[in-house]
Protein backbone atom coordinates (compact mmCIF):
# COMPACT_ATOMS: atom_id res chain seq x y z
CA UNK A 1 0.00 0.00 0.00
CA UNK A 2 1.18 3.87 -0.69
CA UNK A 3 -0.32 6.93 -0.69
CA UNK A 4 1.27 9.93 -1.15
CA UNK A 5 -0.17 13.12 -0.17
CA UNK A 6 1.19 16.33 -1.59
CA UNK A 7 0.57 20.00 -0.33
CA UNK A 8 -2.22 22.04 1.33
CA UNK A 9 -3.38 18.29 1.67
CA UNK A 10 -1.15 17.22 4.31
CA UNK A 11 -2.55 19.49 6.81
CA UNK A 12 -6.29 18.74 5.51
CA UNK A 13 -5.16 14.79 6.21
CA UNK A 14 -3.46 15.99 9.66
CA UNK A 15 -7.04 17.93 10.79
CA UNK A 16 -8.85 14.72 10.23
CA UNK A 17 -6.76 12.62 12.67
CA UNK A 18 -6.68 15.65 14.94
CA UNK A 19 -10.73 15.17 14.92
CA UNK A 20 -10.40 11.68 15.03
CA UNK A 21 -8.29 11.54 17.96
CA UNK A 22 -11.23 13.20 19.81
CA UNK A 23 -13.26 10.07 19.73
CA UNK A 24 -11.03 7.04 20.11
CA UNK A 25 -7.70 5.71 20.97
CA UNK A 26 -7.43 3.17 18.09
CA UNK A 27 -7.12 4.37 13.89
CA UNK A 28 -8.56 1.79 12.08
CA UNK A 29 -6.58 2.42 8.33
CA UNK A 30 -7.87 0.70 5.13
CA UNK A 31 -7.30 1.48 1.82
CA UNK A 32 -10.18 0.83 -0.23
CA UNK A 33 -10.85 1.01 -3.70
CA UNK A 34 -13.31 4.18 -2.82
CA UNK A 35 -10.06 5.61 -1.23
CA UNK A 36 -8.40 5.63 1.88
CA UNK A 37 -10.73 5.18 4.81
CA UNK A 38 -9.54 6.09 8.48
CA UNK A 39 -11.57 4.66 11.33
CA UNK A 40 -12.38 4.81 14.89
CA UNK A 41 -15.07 4.12 17.83
CA UNK A 42 -14.75 5.23 21.50
CA UNK A 43 -14.22 2.81 24.04
CA UNK A 44 -17.78 2.87 25.47
CA UNK A 45 -18.84 2.25 21.33
CA UNK A 46 -21.10 5.44 21.78
CA UNK A 47 -19.21 6.89 19.05
CA UNK A 48 -18.04 6.07 15.97
CA UNK A 49 -15.72 8.27 13.20
CA UNK A 50 -14.49 8.12 9.77
CA UNK A 51 -13.17 9.93 7.13
CA UNK A 52 -13.01 8.81 3.34
CA UNK A 53 -9.78 10.47 1.24
CA UNK A 54 -10.82 9.85 -2.60
CA UNK A 55 -8.24 8.53 -4.87
CA UNK A 56 -7.91 12.05 -6.40
CA UNK A 57 -6.94 13.76 -2.98
CA UNK A 58 -3.24 11.92 -3.43
CA UNK A 59 -0.90 12.25 -5.92
CA UNK A 60 -0.47 8.74 -5.68
CA UNK A 61 -2.78 6.23 -4.52
CA UNK A 62 -2.04 2.56 -4.67
CA UNK A 63 -4.42 0.52 -2.28
CA UNK A 64 -2.44 -2.69 -2.59
CA UNK A 65 0.48 -4.20 -4.51
CA UNK A 66 -0.92 -6.16 -7.35
CA UNK A 67 -1.34 -9.52 -6.65
CA UNK A 68 -1.86 -8.92 -2.70
CA UNK A 69 -5.27 -8.03 -0.51
CA UNK A 70 -5.29 -4.25 0.59
CA UNK A 71 -4.29 -4.62 4.12
CA UNK A 72 -6.21 -3.34 6.84
CA UNK A 73 -4.26 -1.79 9.91
CA UNK A 74 -5.30 -1.15 13.20
CA UNK A 75 -3.19 1.71 14.91
CA UNK A 76 -2.43 3.34 18.24
CA UNK A 77 -4.16 6.70 17.63
CA UNK A 78 -1.13 8.26 19.88
CA UNK A 79 1.49 6.95 17.35
CA UNK A 80 -0.25 8.34 14.55
CA UNK A 81 -0.99 11.76 15.68
CA UNK A 82 2.36 12.06 16.60
CA UNK A 83 3.45 12.27 12.98
CA UNK A 84 0.94 15.19 12.54
CA UNK A 85 1.06 16.64 16.38
CA UNK A 86 1.52 20.03 15.04
CA UNK A 87 -0.44 21.45 12.76
CA UNK A 88 1.28 24.52 12.54
CA UNK A 89 4.31 22.59 11.51
CA UNK A 90 2.73 20.45 9.13
CA UNK A 91 1.70 23.74 6.88
CA UNK A 92 4.89 25.34 7.61
CA UNK A 93 7.55 22.61 6.56
CA UNK A 94 5.87 19.15 5.27
CA UNK A 95 5.80 19.13 1.68
CA UNK A 96 4.74 15.78 1.15
CA UNK A 97 3.44 13.03 3.29
CA UNK A 98 3.81 9.23 2.07
CA UNK A 99 2.03 6.61 4.01
CA UNK A 100 3.07 3.44 2.92
CA UNK A 101 3.13 -0.81 4.30
CA UNK A 102 4.52 -3.16 2.23
CA UNK A 103 4.15 -6.96 2.64
CA UNK A 104 7.13 -7.93 4.32
CA UNK A 105 7.27 -5.38 6.56
CA UNK A 106 5.66 -5.36 10.06
CA UNK A 107 5.76 -1.16 10.17
CA UNK A 108 3.22 1.33 8.78
CA UNK A 109 5.84 3.57 7.48
CA UNK A 110 4.51 7.18 7.77
CA UNK A 111 7.10 9.34 6.08
CA UNK A 112 6.96 13.67 5.61
CA UNK A 113 8.93 15.43 3.62
CA UNK A 114 9.96 18.76 4.92
CA UNK A 115 11.72 21.43 3.70
CA UNK A 116 15.22 22.02 3.10
CA UNK A 117 15.57 18.56 2.36
CA UNK A 118 14.41 16.96 5.79
CA UNK A 119 12.62 13.74 6.35
CA UNK A 120 10.55 12.73 9.43
CA UNK A 121 10.16 8.92 9.52
CA UNK A 122 7.51 7.38 11.99
CA UNK A 123 7.48 3.67 11.61
CA UNK A 124 4.50 2.21 13.40
CA UNK A 125 3.58 -0.75 14.57
CA UNK A 126 0.02 -1.99 13.85
CA UNK A 127 -2.42 -4.99 14.24
CA UNK A 128 -4.10 -6.80 11.50
CA UNK A 129 -7.64 -6.21 11.85
CA UNK A 130 -11.10 -6.89 10.46
CA UNK A 131 -12.90 -3.83 8.82
CA UNK A 132 -14.06 -1.88 11.82
CA UNK A 133 -18.04 -1.15 10.18
CA UNK A 134 -20.94 0.81 12.11
CA UNK A 135 -24.10 0.32 10.11
CA UNK A 136 -25.82 3.65 9.46
CA UNK A 137 -27.69 5.16 7.13
CA UNK A 138 -28.02 9.22 6.65
CA UNK A 139 -30.83 8.58 4.07
CA UNK A 140 -33.20 6.54 6.93
CA UNK A 141 -33.10 9.62 9.32
CA UNK A 142 -36.32 11.96 9.33
CA UNK A 143 -34.77 14.92 10.47
CA UNK A 144 -31.96 16.83 8.85
CA UNK A 145 -30.32 20.10 8.65
CA UNK A 146 -27.40 21.54 7.64
CA UNK A 147 -25.39 24.85 8.35
CA UNK A 148 -21.93 25.57 7.01
CA UNK A 149 -19.29 25.15 9.74
CA UNK A 150 -18.84 29.00 10.84
CA UNK A 151 -22.78 29.44 12.11
CA UNK A 152 -22.40 25.84 14.30
CA UNK A 153 -19.07 26.81 15.50
CA UNK A 154 -20.89 30.36 16.65
CA UNK A 155 -23.61 28.06 18.34
CA UNK A 156 -21.13 26.04 20.43
CA UNK A 157 -19.29 29.19 21.22
CA UNK A 158 -21.43 29.91 24.15
CA UNK A 159 -21.06 26.60 26.06
CA UNK A 160 -18.27 25.92 28.37
CA UNK A 161 -15.79 23.79 26.68
CA UNK A 162 -16.04 21.45 29.87
CA UNK A 163 -19.74 21.03 28.95
CA UNK A 164 -20.05 17.17 28.28
CA UNK A 165 -23.46 17.16 26.54
CA UNK A 166 -25.97 19.30 24.62
CA UNK A 167 -29.48 18.92 23.53
CA UNK A 168 -29.85 20.42 19.71
CA UNK A 169 -33.65 20.81 18.78
CA UNK A 170 -36.19 22.97 16.81
CA UNK A 171 -38.48 25.01 18.72
CA UNK A 172 -40.82 27.53 18.28
CA UNK A 173 -40.89 29.17 14.93
CA UNK A 174 -38.44 26.83 13.50
CA UNK A 175 -35.97 28.06 15.31
CA UNK A 176 -32.75 25.73 15.82
CA UNK A 177 -32.04 25.56 19.93
CA UNK A 178 -28.82 24.40 21.63
CA UNK A 179 -29.21 23.96 24.99
CA UNK A 180 -26.39 22.85 27.80
CA UNK A 181 -27.80 19.40 29.26
CA UNK A 182 -26.89 18.99 32.94
CA UNK A 183 -27.78 15.71 34.81
CA UNK A 184 -29.76 16.27 37.67
CA UNK A 185 -27.45 16.49 40.54
CA UNK A 186 -27.99 14.94 43.76
CA UNK A 187 -26.13 17.16 45.36
CA UNK A 188 -28.76 20.16 44.90
CA UNK A 189 -27.05 22.94 46.38
CA UNK A 190 -24.66 22.90 43.67
CA UNK A 191 -26.42 24.01 40.84
CA UNK A 192 -24.94 24.46 36.78
CA UNK A 193 -25.47 27.28 34.41
CA UNK A 194 -27.92 26.49 31.93
CA UNK A 195 -26.86 28.13 28.50
CA UNK A 196 -29.05 27.77 25.59
CA UNK A 197 -28.51 29.59 22.33
CA UNK A 198 -30.80 30.07 19.59
CA UNK A 199 -30.53 30.69 15.71
CA UNK A 200 -32.90 31.64 12.83
CA UNK A 201 -33.55 28.97 10.60
CA UNK A 202 -32.85 31.34 7.66
CA UNK A 203 -28.98 30.62 8.98
CA UNK A 204 -29.44 27.12 7.59
CA UNK A 205 -28.90 25.80 4.06
CA UNK A 206 -31.23 22.73 4.40
CA UNK A 207 -33.60 22.24 7.72
CA UNK A 208 -36.05 19.25 7.51
CA UNK A 209 -37.00 19.01 10.83
CA UNK A 210 -40.79 19.57 12.94
CA UNK A 211 -40.85 21.81 15.86
CA UNK A 212 -40.09 19.60 18.81
CA UNK A 213 -37.86 17.57 17.52
CA UNK A 214 -34.69 17.25 19.78
CA UNK A 215 -31.59 15.01 20.46
CA UNK A 216 -29.05 14.94 23.34
CA UNK A 217 -25.74 14.10 22.45
CA UNK A 218 -22.09 14.37 23.11
CA UNK A 219 -20.91 17.96 22.52
CA UNK A 220 -17.25 17.22 22.81
CA UNK A 221 -17.17 14.26 20.39
CA UNK A 222 -19.08 16.88 17.70
CA UNK A 223 -16.82 19.41 18.39
CA UNK A 224 -14.17 16.70 16.76
CA UNK A 225 -15.94 16.87 13.81
CA UNK A 226 -16.97 20.87 13.94
CA UNK A 227 -13.51 21.75 14.17
CA UNK A 228 -12.13 20.09 11.01
CA UNK A 229 -15.27 20.98 9.16
CA UNK A 230 -14.56 24.82 10.13
CA UNK A 231 -10.63 24.66 9.13
CA UNK A 232 -12.05 23.15 5.84
CA UNK A 233 -14.63 25.10 5.70
CA UNK A 234 -16.97 23.15 4.61
CA UNK A 235 -20.59 22.66 5.73
CA UNK A 236 -21.81 19.85 8.05
CA UNK A 237 -24.97 18.17 8.03
CA UNK A 238 -26.84 16.84 11.34
CA UNK A 239 -28.99 13.46 10.60
CA UNK A 240 -31.42 12.64 13.64
CA UNK A 241 -34.06 10.36 14.13
CA UNK A 242 -35.65 9.60 17.65
CA UNK A 243 -34.12 9.81 20.45
CA UNK A 244 -31.81 7.27 21.79
CA UNK A 245 -31.31 6.57 17.63
CA UNK A 246 -27.56 7.57 16.67
CA UNK A 247 -27.27 10.91 15.04
CA UNK A 248 -24.88 10.94 11.88
CA UNK A 249 -22.64 14.20 11.50
CA UNK A 250 -21.51 14.28 8.06
CA UNK A 251 -19.01 16.73 6.05
CA UNK A 252 -18.36 16.22 2.74
CA UNK A 253 -16.77 17.77 -0.58
CA UNK A 254 -15.17 16.51 -4.00
CA UNK A 255 -12.22 14.91 -2.39
CA UNK A 256 -13.26 13.45 1.40
CA UNK A 257 -16.02 12.31 3.23
CA UNK A 258 -16.37 12.31 6.88
CA UNK A 259 -18.95 11.16 9.35
CA UNK A 260 -19.62 10.87 13.08
CA UNK A 261 -21.97 8.98 14.32
CA UNK A 262 -23.02 9.60 17.56
CA UNK A 263 -25.31 7.63 20.54
CA UNK A 264 -28.18 10.17 21.25
CA UNK A 265 -29.98 9.75 25.05
CA UNK A 266 -32.73 8.06 25.13
CA UNK A 267 -36.16 9.69 26.39
CA UNK A 268 -36.10 7.04 29.04
CA UNK A 269 -32.10 7.79 29.87
CA UNK A 270 -32.89 11.46 30.74
CA UNK A 271 -33.18 12.45 34.22
CA UNK A 272 -36.31 14.07 35.21
CA UNK A 273 -38.81 14.54 37.20
CA UNK A 274 -41.41 15.27 34.39
CA UNK A 275 -40.79 13.37 31.61
CA UNK A 276 -41.58 15.51 28.82
CA UNK A 277 -38.55 17.86 30.18
CA UNK A 278 -36.72 17.25 27.14
CA UNK A 279 -39.11 19.02 25.11
CA UNK A 280 -40.36 22.31 26.98
CA UNK A 281 -37.46 24.57 26.15
CA UNK A 282 -37.85 23.76 22.74
CA UNK A 283 -41.83 23.33 23.16
CA UNK A 284 -43.74 24.10 19.85
CA UNK A 285 -47.64 23.25 19.51
CA UNK A 286 -47.38 20.25 17.61
CA UNK A 287 -46.46 16.93 19.89
CA UNK A 288 -43.23 16.97 21.37
CA UNK A 289 -43.37 13.28 21.95
CA UNK A 290 -41.39 11.66 19.72
CA UNK A 291 -40.96 7.37 19.46
CA UNK A 292 -41.26 5.64 22.96
CA UNK A 293 -38.11 4.67 23.13
CA UNK A 294 -37.88 2.36 25.88
CA UNK A 295 -34.93 0.32 26.72
CA UNK A 296 -36.66 -3.28 25.81
CA UNK A 297 -36.73 -1.62 22.30
CA UNK A 298 -33.19 -1.62 21.35
CA UNK A 299 -33.09 -5.22 21.28
CA UNK A 300 -36.05 -5.22 18.55
CA UNK A 301 -34.03 -2.61 16.92
CA UNK A 302 -30.58 -4.69 16.75
CA UNK A 303 -32.71 -7.40 14.98
CA UNK A 304 -34.09 -4.92 12.44
CA UNK A 305 -31.18 -3.47 11.41
CA UNK A 306 -29.16 -6.31 11.03
CA UNK A 307 -31.65 -7.43 8.37
CA UNK A 308 -31.31 -4.52 6.39
CA UNK A 309 -29.20 -4.77 3.65
CA UNK A 310 -27.71 -0.84 3.82
CA UNK A 311 -26.34 1.33 0.83
CA UNK A 312 -23.25 0.47 2.81
CA UNK A 313 -22.90 -2.71 1.12
CA UNK A 314 -20.67 -1.47 -1.07
CA UNK A 315 -17.85 -0.94 1.07
CA UNK A 316 -15.30 -3.98 0.71
CA UNK A 317 -14.85 -6.24 3.54
CA UNK A 318 -17.01 -8.05 5.83
CA UNK A 319 -18.16 -6.36 8.93
CA UNK A 320 -18.03 -8.07 12.25
CA UNK A 321 -20.26 -7.55 15.12
CA UNK A 322 -17.89 -5.91 17.86
CA UNK A 323 -19.35 -6.25 21.24
CA UNK A 324 -22.52 -4.32 21.47
CA UNK A 325 -21.34 -3.28 24.84
CA UNK A 326 -25.05 -2.70 25.65
CA UNK A 327 -26.11 -2.21 29.01
CA UNK A 328 -28.48 -4.96 30.15
CA UNK A 329 -32.02 -3.44 30.48
CA UNK A 330 -32.67 -5.33 32.91
CA UNK A 331 -32.04 -3.13 35.54
CA UNK A 332 -32.99 -4.44 38.86
CA UNK A 333 -36.50 -3.96 38.45
CA UNK A 334 -38.54 -1.21 38.05
CA UNK A 335 -38.65 -0.12 42.18
CA UNK A 336 -35.70 2.74 41.54
CA UNK A 337 -38.13 5.79 41.91
CA UNK A 338 -35.70 8.30 39.92
CA UNK A 339 -35.22 7.52 36.44
CA UNK A 340 -31.82 6.25 37.04
CA UNK A 341 -32.47 2.87 36.35
CA UNK A 342 -29.00 1.76 34.71
CA UNK A 343 -27.44 -0.68 35.88
CA UNK A 344 -23.91 0.10 36.58
CA UNK A 345 -21.22 -0.66 33.81
CA UNK A 346 -19.12 -3.20 33.30
CA UNK A 347 -15.65 -3.59 34.66
CA UNK A 348 -13.10 -1.50 33.28
CA UNK A 349 -15.21 0.80 31.25
CA UNK A 350 -15.14 4.00 31.51
CA UNK A 351 -17.75 5.92 33.77
CA UNK A 352 -21.48 5.89 33.39
CA UNK A 353 -22.52 7.42 29.47
CA UNK A 354 -25.73 7.58 29.23
CA UNK A 355 -25.85 6.42 26.10
CA UNK A 356 -26.67 3.52 24.22
CA UNK A 357 -24.01 2.51 22.49
CA UNK A 358 -24.36 1.94 18.62
CA UNK A 359 -23.81 -1.70 17.59
CA UNK A 360 -21.94 -2.94 15.06
CA UNK A 361 -24.64 -5.41 13.29
CA UNK A 362 -23.41 -8.02 11.05
CA UNK A 363 -24.32 -8.06 7.52
CA UNK A 364 -23.83 -11.32 6.90
CA UNK A 365 -27.11 -13.17 7.85
CA UNK A 366 -30.40 -12.36 9.70
CA UNK A 367 -29.98 -15.55 11.46
CA UNK A 368 -26.87 -14.44 13.14
CA UNK A 369 -26.66 -14.99 16.81
CA UNK A 370 -29.01 -12.95 18.40
CA UNK A 371 -27.85 -9.22 20.17
CA UNK A 372 -27.38 -9.29 23.99
CA UNK A 373 -25.11 -8.36 26.64
CA UNK A 374 -22.92 -11.49 25.56
CA UNK A 375 -19.41 -10.27 23.68
CA UNK A 376 -19.77 -11.11 20.18
CA UNK A 377 -16.42 -11.63 18.76
CA UNK A 378 -14.45 -8.55 18.61
CA UNK A 379 -12.25 -7.72 15.54
CA UNK A 380 -9.27 -9.55 16.06
CA UNK A 381 -8.21 -12.41 18.86
CA UNK A 382 -7.70 -10.05 21.31
CA UNK A 383 -11.13 -9.61 22.27
CA UNK A 384 -12.60 -6.45 24.45
CA UNK A 385 -15.30 -5.69 26.31
CA UNK B 1 -30.86 53.71 36.85
CA UNK B 2 -29.94 55.93 33.69
CA UNK B 3 -27.14 53.07 32.39
CA UNK B 4 -29.70 50.63 31.92
CA UNK B 5 -32.30 51.36 28.81
CA UNK B 6 -35.21 49.27 30.80
CA UNK B 7 -34.87 48.99 34.77
CA UNK B 8 -37.33 47.16 36.91
CA UNK B 9 -36.83 46.02 40.41
CA UNK B 10 -38.86 45.47 43.38
CA UNK B 11 -37.46 44.71 46.93
CA UNK B 12 -38.44 42.15 49.71
CA UNK B 13 -40.52 45.30 50.70
CA UNK B 14 -40.53 48.90 50.37
CA UNK B 15 -38.13 49.73 53.27
CA UNK B 16 -35.82 47.26 52.25
CA UNK B 17 -35.85 48.02 48.43
CA UNK B 18 -33.22 45.40 47.98
CA UNK B 19 -32.23 41.74 46.92
CA UNK B 20 -29.38 40.18 47.75
CA UNK B 21 -27.89 37.68 45.49
CA UNK B 22 -25.61 34.57 45.80
CA UNK B 23 -23.96 33.43 42.54
CA UNK B 24 -20.78 31.73 41.30
CA UNK B 25 -19.02 34.74 39.31
CA UNK B 26 -17.29 32.74 37.01
CA UNK B 27 -20.83 31.80 35.61
CA UNK B 28 -21.65 35.83 35.03
CA UNK B 29 -18.50 36.16 33.63
CA UNK B 30 -18.63 33.58 31.68
CA UNK B 31 -22.21 34.85 30.58
CA UNK B 32 -21.29 38.34 30.03
CA UNK B 33 -18.45 36.94 27.49
CA UNK B 34 -21.08 36.19 25.48
CA UNK B 35 -22.29 39.87 24.82
CA UNK B 36 -19.21 40.88 23.26
CA UNK B 37 -20.65 41.29 19.91
CA UNK B 38 -24.03 42.26 21.47
CA UNK B 39 -27.32 43.76 20.28
CA UNK B 40 -28.63 44.21 23.64
CA UNK B 41 -28.52 42.40 26.67
CA UNK B 42 -31.13 41.36 29.14
CA UNK B 43 -30.81 40.48 32.73
CA UNK B 44 -34.06 38.90 34.73
CA UNK B 45 -34.50 37.26 37.87
CA UNK B 46 -36.10 34.05 37.48
CA UNK B 47 -37.10 30.72 38.68
CA UNK B 48 -36.62 28.10 36.69
CA UNK B 49 -36.94 25.21 39.26
CA UNK B 50 -34.50 27.19 41.53
CA UNK B 51 -33.71 30.98 41.27
CA UNK B 52 -32.19 31.74 38.57
CA UNK B 53 -30.47 35.03 37.45
CA UNK B 54 -31.39 34.68 33.30
CA UNK B 55 -29.16 37.04 31.28
CA UNK B 56 -30.70 37.07 27.62
CA UNK B 57 -28.22 38.48 24.81
CA UNK B 58 -29.13 39.41 21.28
CA UNK B 59 -26.26 38.99 19.16
CA UNK B 60 -25.23 40.92 16.05
CA UNK B 61 -25.64 38.91 13.02
CA UNK B 62 -25.05 38.65 9.27
CA UNK B 63 -27.70 37.33 8.65
CA UNK B 64 -31.23 38.67 8.83
CA UNK B 65 -32.40 36.70 11.60
CA UNK B 66 -31.10 37.71 15.23
CA UNK B 67 -29.62 34.96 17.53
CA UNK B 68 -30.04 34.75 20.49
CA UNK B 69 -28.32 33.23 23.57
CA UNK B 70 -29.93 32.71 27.25
CA UNK B 71 -27.92 31.67 30.69
CA UNK B 72 -29.58 30.73 33.47
CA UNK B 73 -27.45 31.01 36.38
CA UNK B 74 -28.31 29.47 39.77
CA UNK B 75 -28.27 32.16 42.40
CA UNK B 76 -28.92 32.19 45.88
CA UNK B 77 -31.26 34.55 47.33
CA UNK B 78 -30.02 36.05 50.94
CA UNK B 79 -32.44 36.31 53.49
CA UNK B 80 -32.56 39.96 54.94
CA UNK B 81 -30.83 38.80 58.13
CA UNK B 82 -27.81 38.18 56.77
CA UNK B 83 -27.61 41.59 54.89
CA UNK B 84 -25.72 43.35 57.40
CA UNK B 85 -22.90 41.06 56.65
CA UNK B 86 -22.55 42.15 53.32
CA UNK B 87 -22.75 46.01 54.51
CA UNK B 88 -19.63 48.30 52.97
CA UNK B 89 -17.52 48.31 55.41
CA UNK B 90 -17.26 51.56 57.34
CA UNK B 91 -13.79 52.45 56.92
CA UNK B 92 -11.67 55.03 59.43
CA UNK B 93 -10.91 58.53 57.19
CA UNK B 94 -7.91 58.31 55.26
CA UNK B 95 -4.96 59.86 55.68
CA UNK B 96 -4.29 60.82 52.06
CA UNK B 97 -5.86 61.01 49.20
CA UNK B 98 -4.52 60.92 45.32
CA UNK B 99 -5.58 60.55 41.85
CA UNK B 100 -4.35 57.46 40.42
CA UNK B 101 -1.75 57.58 37.52
CA UNK B 102 -3.18 55.85 34.24
CA UNK B 103 -4.07 52.75 35.28
CA UNK B 104 -2.20 51.16 32.21
CA UNK B 105 0.85 51.92 32.97
CA UNK B 106 0.27 51.34 36.35
CA UNK B 107 -0.72 47.80 35.68
CA UNK B 108 2.37 46.70 33.81
CA UNK B 109 4.91 48.43 36.76
CA UNK B 110 3.06 46.15 39.20
CA UNK B 111 3.05 43.39 36.94
CA UNK B 112 6.50 43.58 36.53
CA UNK B 113 6.95 44.16 40.09
CA UNK B 114 5.04 41.14 41.01
CA UNK B 115 8.00 39.26 39.97
CA UNK B 116 10.26 40.09 42.81
CA UNK B 117 7.85 40.40 45.65
CA UNK B 118 4.68 39.09 47.17
CA UNK B 119 4.20 42.44 48.83
CA UNK B 120 4.39 46.29 47.56
CA UNK B 121 4.05 49.32 49.59
CA UNK B 122 1.91 52.28 48.19
CA UNK B 123 3.01 55.51 49.64
CA UNK B 124 1.41 59.04 49.03
CA UNK B 125 1.41 62.19 49.83
CA UNK B 126 -0.92 65.25 49.73
CA UNK B 127 1.78 67.00 47.35
CA UNK B 128 0.51 64.48 44.53
CA UNK B 129 3.46 61.97 45.01
CA UNK B 130 2.29 58.11 44.53
CA UNK B 131 5.25 55.44 45.01
CA UNK B 132 4.89 51.85 44.37
CA UNK B 133 8.17 50.58 46.38
CA UNK B 134 9.28 46.71 46.96
CA UNK B 135 12.24 45.62 49.28
CA UNK B 136 13.39 41.99 49.44
CA UNK B 137 16.71 40.83 50.44
CA UNK B 138 18.36 41.82 47.19
CA UNK B 139 16.76 44.75 45.69
CA UNK B 140 14.62 47.55 46.30
CA UNK B 141 12.45 49.13 43.52
CA UNK B 142 10.48 52.32 43.95
CA UNK B 143 8.39 53.60 41.02
CA UNK B 144 7.61 57.33 41.94
CA UNK B 145 4.96 59.09 39.81
CA UNK B 146 4.71 62.92 40.51
CA UNK B 147 1.95 65.62 40.20
CA UNK B 148 -0.72 63.29 40.34
CA UNK B 149 -3.24 66.01 41.98
CA UNK B 150 -4.87 65.36 45.20
CA UNK B 151 -8.63 66.04 45.57
CA UNK B 152 -10.25 68.01 48.17
CA UNK B 153 -10.59 66.58 51.21
CA UNK B 154 -13.53 66.18 52.95
CA UNK B 155 -12.46 67.35 56.75
CA UNK B 156 -10.52 70.40 56.21
CA UNK B 157 -9.21 70.09 59.97
CA UNK B 158 -7.48 66.94 59.16
CA UNK B 159 -5.67 68.30 56.07
CA UNK B 160 -3.98 71.49 57.79
CA UNK B 161 -2.44 69.40 60.15
CA UNK B 162 -1.01 67.19 57.82
CA UNK B 163 2.45 68.07 56.29
CA UNK B 164 1.80 68.06 52.48
CA UNK B 165 5.15 66.33 52.31
CA UNK B 166 4.62 63.60 54.28
CA UNK B 167 3.65 60.03 53.16
CA UNK B 168 1.17 57.70 54.08
CA UNK B 169 1.72 54.04 53.53
CA UNK B 170 0.53 50.67 53.40
CA UNK B 171 1.69 47.30 52.56
CA UNK B 172 -0.54 45.10 50.47
CA UNK B 173 -0.58 41.92 48.72
CA UNK B 174 0.57 42.61 45.14
CA UNK B 175 -1.05 40.17 43.89
CA UNK B 176 -4.45 41.80 45.40
CA UNK B 177 -3.45 44.87 44.12
CA UNK B 178 -3.01 42.98 40.71
CA UNK B 179 -6.21 41.65 40.65
CA UNK B 180 -7.46 44.96 40.98
CA UNK B 181 -5.63 46.46 38.01
CA UNK B 182 -5.81 43.47 35.70
CA UNK B 183 -10.02 43.75 35.76
CA UNK B 184 -9.51 47.90 34.63
CA UNK B 185 -10.13 47.56 31.00
CA UNK B 186 -11.33 51.48 30.12
CA UNK B 187 -9.67 54.36 32.24
CA UNK B 188 -12.26 55.55 34.29
CA UNK B 189 -13.53 59.55 34.48
CA UNK B 190 -12.20 59.61 37.95
CA UNK B 191 -10.07 57.84 39.88
CA UNK B 192 -8.69 58.32 43.51
CA UNK B 193 -6.51 56.20 46.15
CA UNK B 194 -7.29 56.64 49.76
CA UNK B 195 -4.66 55.55 52.30
CA UNK B 196 -5.17 54.64 56.04
CA UNK B 197 -1.58 54.11 57.14
CA UNK B 198 -0.48 51.35 57.56
CA UNK B 199 -4.25 49.87 57.68
CA UNK B 200 -5.67 50.12 54.03
CA UNK B 201 -5.96 51.18 50.58
CA UNK B 202 -9.34 52.49 49.17
CA UNK B 203 -9.66 52.82 45.59
CA UNK B 204 -12.73 54.84 44.07
CA UNK B 205 -13.23 54.82 40.60
CA UNK B 206 -15.74 56.37 38.75
CA UNK B 207 -16.86 55.70 35.03
CA UNK B 208 -19.56 57.28 33.35
CA UNK B 209 -22.47 55.69 35.01
CA UNK B 210 -20.76 53.53 37.05
CA UNK B 211 -18.48 53.67 40.40
CA UNK B 212 -16.57 51.18 41.70
CA UNK B 213 -14.84 50.72 44.79
CA UNK B 214 -12.04 48.33 46.05
CA UNK B 215 -10.76 48.23 49.29
CA UNK B 216 -7.64 46.35 50.38
CA UNK B 217 -6.05 45.69 53.63
CA UNK B 218 -2.53 45.84 54.44
Keep these: MKCLVTGGNVKVLGKAVHSLSRIG ?9 DGLSLRTVNSSRSAYACFLFAPLFFQQYQPAAPGQEAPRCKILMKSFLAAFRSLAMVEKSVEKCCISLNGRSSRLVVQLHCRYGVRKTHNLSFQDCESLQAIFDPALCSHVLRAPARVLGEAVLPFPPALAEVTLGIGCGRRVILRSYQEEEADSSVRAMVTEMSIGEEDFQQLQAQEGAA ?44 HFVLATMSESDLHSPEPHRLVPPLQAHSTPHLDDF ?14 TVDSEGSRAGPSIPLSPGLRPPCSPGPDSEDNDAEPSTEPGTPPPKKFRSLFFGSILSPAHSPPGPSPVLAEDSEGEG | ENFFSEFQMEGVSAENNAIYLELTSENLSRALKTAQNARALKVKLTNKHFPCLTVSIELLSVSSSSRIVTHDIPVKVIPRKLWKDLQEPTVPDSDVSIYLPVLKTMKSIVEKMRNLSN ?10 DLNLKIETELVCVTTHFKDLGNPPLASED ?30 PTRAVCNIVSNKLVHFDLLHE ?8 PA
Aim: glycine share 4%; aromatic share 8%; proline share 3%.
Design chain 2, 209 to 216: DVSLQYFI
Design chain 1, 25 to 33: EELYLEPLE
Design chain 1, 215 to 258: ITFCLKEFRGLLSFAESANLSLSIHFDAPGRPAIFAVKDSLLDG
Design chain 2, 158 to 187: ASQDRDPEQMAEVRIDIRKLLQFLAGQQVN
Design chain 1, 294 to 307: ANDDIDSYMIAMET
Design chain 2, 119 to 128: HLIIEANLSG
